[in-house]
Nanobody
Framework: QVQLVESGGGLVQAGGSLRLSCAAS????????MGWFRQGPGKEREFVAS????????YYADTVKGRFTISRDNAKKTVYLQMNSLKPEDTAVYYC??????????????WGRGTQVTVSL
């Protein structure tokens, strides 16, 4: 049974930083593309960032490029999202995703339950 468990969310002031983690189990982590999505209040879920299983190429939404960094540790079966210079509009539930084929906005194989990030003024 595949499980993706996010952690690291919380309340932070604008301009601050958070690091999200997603621990995976039940899959061959090193062979999966991993990604982060988010869903803000009253909004649809949107792509944030992804990292390929081969080569480690990364891909970011324009709204977070230069502020967020995705990385992975295959030995720990964990993907991270370092979020800097946070803005109130980054407030959302952040979801981890895994996909054996797609590695961008179309990732859809497995999802975590999400972790809440709230950015205050």
């Amino acid at each position: 049974q595949v499980q993706l468990v996010e952690s690291g969310g919380g309340l932070v002031q604008a301009g601050g930083s958070l690091r999200l983690s997603c621990a995976a189990s039940g899959l061959t982590f090193s062979m999966y593309n991993m990604g982060w999505f988010r869903q803000g209040p009253g909004k649809e879920r949107e792509f944030v960032a992804s990292i390929r299983w081969i080569g480690g190429s990364t891909y970011y939404a324009d709204t977070v490029k230069g502020r967020f960094t995705i990385s992975r540790d295959n030995a720990k079966k964990t993907v991270y999202l370092q979020m800097n210079s946070l803005k109130p509009e980054d407030t959302a539930v952040y979801y981890c995703a895994a996909d054996s084929g797609s590695w961008g906005r179309n990732m859809n194989d497995y999802w975590g339950r999400g972790t809440q990030v709230t950015v205050s003024l």
